[in-house]
Nanobody, 122 residues
Framework: QVQLVESGGGLVQAGGSQRLSCAASGRTFNYNMGWFRQAPGKEREFIATTTTFGGRVEYADSVKGRFTISRDNAKNIVYLQMNSLKPEDTAVYYC????????????????WGQGTQVTVSS
């Protein structure tokens, strides 16, 4: 069983930066980790994913060049560094864990955190 807890969300001004953390418990040694976000009434949107040891990384076009995903396997933490934030980045951000092969599709992930709210003011 895997449990994920996001933290680091909050209110930030446009153009600012924020780093989200996802602390994982349970066995995630062979899991891909991903970040998604969801605004009210909208579908969950893929943000970024990284393989078990960070060998492969993918980003959504909307955040590429601004966001960076990384992981510290020793601490069992996945990070999402968000720079140059825009009001359109406002959403609940979720981290997720999935088996090898999980990528951009939310349905491919088995475990989800409860989310952390990120609000970007103009």
């Amino acid at each position: 069983q895997v449990q994920l807890v996001e933290s680091g969300g909050g209110l930030v001004q446009a153009g600012g930066s924020q780093r989200l953390s996802c602390a994982a418990s349970g066995r995630t040694f062979n899991y891909n980790m991903g970040w998604f976000r969801q605004a009210p009434g909208k579908e969950r949107e893929f943000i970024a994913t990284t393989t078990t040891f960070g060998g492969r990384v993918e980003y959504a076009d909307s955040v590429k060049g601004r966001f960076t995903i990384s992981r510290d396997n020793a601490k069992n933490i996945v990070y999402l560094q968000m720079n140059s934030l825009k009001p359109e980045d406002t959403a609940v951000y979720y981290c997720a864990a999935g088996p090898p092969g999980s990528s951009r599709d939310a349905s491919g992930y088995d475990y989800w955190g409860q989310g952390t709210q990120v609000t970007v003011s103009s």
